[in-house]
């Protein structure tokens, strides 16, 4: 149960969260200890949103990647290992410890808000508008 939940939140994919540390490569301020455990909770924060609005995109796309052998295999949603209303509890879990740390680094909330926003849009509306 606590790999399928590891690949729930997709640990894996934090990866792409630690761009949040370049600008201490480009500003010089790589040896300037003091900006780390700032961007270290960044990291954090932005990992676990990142994890909300991939499982809210599992659930959304349930039908789909039941149908997908690929899908099926790599999503624990999808091949019926974590529970829709399980899912949703994590959600919930996620979110109270996001709030929690933002209460505390409110600086970010413009971020993160704009961030969740535009990916619920994409998830719930943009990805049925047809590119032509």
């Known amino acids: 149960m606590f790999i399928d939940i590891l690949k729930l939140i997709r640990v894996k994919d934090?990866?792409?969260n630690l761009l949040i540390f370049l600008p201490l490569?480009?500003?010089n301020n790589l040896l300037s200890y003091n900006y780390y455990f700032?961007?270290?909770?960044?990291f954090i924060?932005?990992?676990l949103l990142s994890s909300v609005i991939y499982i809210l995109n599992d659930i959304q796309d349930i039908d789909y990647d039941s149908k997908n052998l690929?899908?099926?295999n790599q999503k624990p949603i999808a091949n019926n290992k974590i529970s829709i209303p399980f899912a949703k509890?994590?959600?919930l879990f996620l979110f109270l410890l996001l709030s929690t740390l933002v209460l505390f680094y409110n600086n970010l909330l413009i971020f993160i808000s704009t961030y969740f926003l535009l990916n619920i849009f994409y998830i719930y509306i943009f990805i049925e508008l047809a590119i032509t």
């Open 70 to 72: 690929e899908k099926i």
């Open 14 to 16: 934090w990866s792409k």
């Open 45 to 47: 924060i932005f990992s």
């Open 89 to 91: 509890f994590i959600i």
């Open 38 to 42: 700032e961007l270290l909770i960044a």
């Open 25 to 27: 490569i480009f500003s």
